[in-house]
């Protein structure tokens, strides 16, 4: 960058310097009429001839714009450098920011937005730092310069000149303000674009299946449009502020033009003065124009700048302790000790729950929608940080260990399951990536997923699963997810609705694997068909985020509350099904 501002330095010098030439060669060569000219060039005063002082002349301009154009494109190249590397850091951070942030900041962003910042935010603030800076700085220091040579050869007519100058600050200020609005909803609107476009995609099966083309064509038209109008609104205005700066330019020059003209004709300024000093004027107007376009990409620059640090600055929920301890390999005892919890502090999701699991046991969470299940689940991975109480494993509080030996310990099994581009040993190696090819066979196998591999996809194991694993039916994906956890050989293990994408056969093939599975770990079950959890050891029944009811199966069935009248209700509906599939096959 210290070198960039220098390149900058000699560039704007050698930029203020053919006025001076143009001004030495109307006085004082072709008005010699023959006689030696002298010329003071860096301290050495030379005397020659006025064709051979011409010929000198002609050597220096080719030298000095030589000069110029290498000088300008080392600058360039090393403040695109420059910029460049800033970008490359500051998307990195980005991207390490994001992988740090807790769930709750995914929750309250949607992900075009988070992609508009990565994108198009780091973009603008890549023409900030690149070209405008460059802009901005070269034009600055010349404007300097031009206003010391202005003031040295005649005050008076510079200071004519610089009466037009406040009235481009008042130009510049008067549409800044406005441009800046108008970028602010630009971006917003380009982050709107950018989440409709990627749930248009995602979705794209959804989309299809309820023949909603034409909706989704008309959507993004509507979106377009307003995008479209704001860009038109925004380039309207800068140019309207350009038109009036250069029409500024104008009336100064015109000024000058007729008061320096009449001076010459005085004689009070030569002629090689008053062209050489329409030359800076030139010099002087055309960066302070430039000055209000850079400026105007500037604070494009600014607002994306601010996006972009309102990730870098978010704050997470979930910290670290700086002086958190690796936790040991675990026995996989989990105790919940008079937890709550609440995405907003006013309103909790769970409310004051005490419960103690031990090692090996398989607890089920039950419990309406919305009651809390999948919450109770996440703190135990520590997605989410309870409001107050404390969750606990082997006795130690999980807030003073460390992430990563917490959740390499706990394999986790979504309802909706989440498969990454690439291969499927990639996707099941993704759960312990020094596992050998024996092991991911393995687990495989014991997620009912092995045969499947080798006799349906047609290159086995390497077989490309697609974006979001879209080349695999449901129930392939969720096998392939088991088996990932498997994979991992956690001491806690979190089924959200595991089988609940797969086929009857499948499921009970599953079941009998992860039943091995659980035998040895604690495991977790949110299950909305009671049907899978009446062998639990532990049954939790929620409602409203509080716990209500805690038992097995049986002694919860006797008690005849909450989950009593769960399940009777929802075997009578599984009966009735039962006799309307009957009929209908006699």
Same mark, same amino acid.
């Given at each position: 960058?210290?070198?960039?501002?220098?390149?900058?330095?000699?560039?704007?010098?050698?930029? /203020?310097?053919? =006025? $001076?030439?143009?001004?030495?060669?109307?006085?004082? !060569?072709?008005?010699?009429?023959?006689?030696? %000219? +002298? &010329?003071?060039?860096?301290?050495?005063?030379?005397?020659?001839?006025?064709?051979?002082?011409?010929?000198?002349?002609?050597?220096?301009?080719?030298?000095?714009?030589?000069?110029?154009?290498?000088?300008?494109?080392?600058?360039?190249?090393?403040?695109?450098?420059?910029?460049?590397?800033?970008l490359f850091d500051i998307r990195n951070a980005l991207f390490q920011r994001l992988q740090e942030l807790p769930m709750q900041f995914y929750q309250r962003r949607g992900t075009g937005h988070i992609?508009?910042?990565?994108?198009?935010?780091?973009?603008?603030?890549?023409?900030?730092?690149?070209?405008?800076?460059?802009?901005?700085?070269?034009?600055?220091?010349?404007?300097?310069?031009?206003?010391?040579?202005?003031?040295?050869?005649?005050?008076?007519?510079?200071?004519?000149?610089? /009466?037009?100058? =406040? $009235?481009?600050?008042?130009?510049?200020?008067?549409? !800044?303000?406005?441009?800046?609005?108008?970028? %602010? +909803? &630009?971006?917003?609107?380009?982050?709107?674009?950018?989440?409709?476009?990627?749930?248009?995609?995602?979705?794209?099966?959804?989309?299809?299946?309820?023949?909603?083309?034409?909706?989704?064509?008309?959507?993004?038209?509507?979106?377009?449009?307003?995008?479209?109008?704001?860009?038109?609104?925004?380039?309207?205005?800068?140019?309207?502020?350009?038109?009036?700066?250069?029409?500024?330019?104008?009336?100064?020059?015109?000024?000058?033009?007729?008061?320096?003209?009449?001076?010459?004709?005085?004689?009070?300024?030569?002629?090689?003065?008053?062209?050489?000093?329409?030359?800076?004027?030139?010099?002087?107007?055309?960066?302070?124009?430039?000055?209000?376009?850079?400026?105007?990409?500037?604070?494009?620059?600014?607002?994306?700048?601010?996006?972009?640090?309102?990730?870098?600055?978010?704050?997470?929920?979930?910290?670290?302790?700086?002086?958190?301890?690796?936790?040991?390999?675990?026995?996989?005892?989990?105790?919940?000790?008079?937890?709550?919890?609440?995405?907003?502090?006013?309103?909790?999701?769970?409310?004051?729950?005490?419960?103690?699991?031990?090692?090996?046991?398989?607890?089920?969470?039950?419990?309406?929608?919305?009651?809390?299940?999948?919450?109770?689940?996440?703190?135990?991975?520590?997605?989410?940080?309870?409001?107050?109480?404390?969750?606990?494993?082997?006795?130690?509080?999980?807030?003073?260990?460390?992430?990563?030996?917490?959740?390499?310990?706990?394999?986790?099994?979504?309802?909706?399951?989440?498969?990454?581009?690439?291969?499927?040993?990639?996707?099941?190696?993704?759960?312990?990536?020094?596992?050998?090819?024996?092991?991911?066979?393995?687990?495989?196998?014991?997620?009912?997923?092995?045969?499947?591999?080798?006799?349906?996809?047609?290159?086995?194991?390497?077989?490309?699963?697609?974006?979001?694993?879209?080349?695999?039916?449901?129930?392939?994906?969720?096998?392939?997810?088991?088996?990932?956890?498997?994979?991992?050989?956690?001491?806690?293990?979190?089924?959200?609705?595991?089988?609940?994408?797969?086929d009857s056969e499948a499921e009970a093939l599953i079941q009998q694997a992860l039943e091995r599975l659980m035998r040895t770990r604690t495991t977790f079950v949110i299950a909305h068909r009671l049907?899978?959890?009446?062998?639990?050891?532990?049954?939790?029944?929620?409602?409203?985020?509080?716990?209500?009811?805690?038992?097995?199966?049986?002694?919860?069935?006797?008690?005849?509350?909450?989950?009593?009248?769960?399940?009777?209700?929802?075997?009578?509906?599984?009966?009735?099904?039962?006799?309307?599939?009957?009929?209908?096959?006699?």
């Amino acid at each position: 960058m210290g070198l960039g501002l220098l390149c900058v330095a000699v560039v704007a010098m050698t930029h /203020v310097l053919m =006025p $001076l030439i143009t001004r030495f060669v109307l006085d004082d !060569i072709i008005n010699s009429h023959g006689r030696p %000219v +002298r &010329l003071n060039l860096v301290g050495i005063a030379l005397t020659l001839h006025p064709l051979a002082m011409l010929n000198l002349i002609f050597v220096l301009i080719l030298a000095l714009y030589t000069i110029q154009g290498a000088v300008s494109f080392v600058r360039t190249y090393l403040m695109s450098w420059v910029g460049q590397r800033v970008l490359f850091d500051i998307r990195n951070a980005l991207f390490q920011r994001l992988q740090e942030l807790p769930m709750q900041f995914y929750q309250r962003r949607g992900t075009g937005h988070i992609m508009a910042r990565i994108t198009g935010d780091v973009d603008a603030m890549g023409g900030m730092i690149t070209s405008s800076s460059i802009d901005l700085l070269t034009n600055t220091l010349t404007i300097l310069v031009i206003v010391g040579i202005l003031l040295r050869w005649h005050w008076k007519l510079a200071v004519i000149s610089f /009466v037009v100058l =406040p $009235l481009f600050a008042v130009n510049y200020h008067l549409f !800044i303000r406005y441009i800046r609005a108008i970028w %602010v +909803r &630009l971006r917003d609107k380009w982050s709107e674009l950018y989440g409709e476009l990627h749930e248009s995609i995602a979705g794209a099966q959804v989309v299809k299946a309820f023949s909603q083309e034409r909706y989704e064509k008309r959507m993004f038209f509507r979106s377009m449009r307003e995008t479209y109008a704001h860009t038109v609104d925004l380039a309207r205005t800068g140019t309207l502020m350009g038109a009036i700066s250069q029409l500024l330019a104008a009336l100064g020059t015109a000024v000058i033009l007729w008061y320096g003209g009449a001076e010459a004709v005085r004689g009070h300024l030569t002629v090689g003065q008053l062209v050489g000093f329409m030359g800076y004027l030139g010099m002087l107007y055309s960066p302070v124009v430039t000055l209000s376009t850079s400026n105007e990409m500037i604070q494009r620059g600014l607002i994306s700048a601010e996006r972009v640090f309102d990730i870098l600055d978010a704050r997470s929920s979930v910290k670290e302790d700086p002086d958190a301890k690796p936790l040991p390999p675990v026995e996989g005892r989990v105790v919940f000790d008079r937890v709550s919890f609440g995405y907003e502090p006013e309103k909790l999701v769970l409310d004051d729950i005490s419960v103690a699991v031990q090692p090996g046991m398989v607890v089920a969470l039950v419990g309406p929608s919305g009651s809390g299940k999948t919450t109770f689940a996440n703190l135990v991975p520590r997605f989410y940080d309870p409001t107050s109480g404390r969750v606990l494993i082997d006795g130690r509080d999980i807030r003073h260990v460390t992430l990563r030996s917490l959740r390499s310990q706990i394999g986790i099994v979504l309802q909706e399951t989440f498969l990454f581009s690439g291969t499927i040993k990639d996707n099941l190696r993704y759960g312990r990536m020094e596992a050998t090819d024996e092991e991911i066979v393995q687990a495989a196998i014991m997620a009912n997923a092995h045969d499947f591999i080798v006799k349906e996809l047609p290159e086995g194991y390497d077989s490309e699963v697609g974006e979001r694993g879209l080349r695999l039916s449901g129930g392939q994906k969720q096998r392939i997810a088991i088996a990932r956890a498997i994979l991992r050989d956690p001491r806690i293990l979190i089924l959200d609705e595991a089988t609940s994408s797969l086929d009857s056969e499948a499921e009970a093939l599953i079941q009998q694997a992860l039943e091995r599975l659980m035998r040895t770990r604690t495991t977790f079950v949110i299950a909305h068909r009671l049907s899978t959890v009446m062998k639990a050891d532990l049954i939790l029944v929620l409602r409203e985020g509080r716990l209500i009811e805690q038992g097995t199966h049986d002694e919860l069935v006797a008690a005849n509350g909450l989950y009593g009248r769960l399940y009777r209700k929802q075997f009578k509906l599984d009966e009735e099904a039962d006799k309307r599939v009957d009929a209908m096959f006699k």
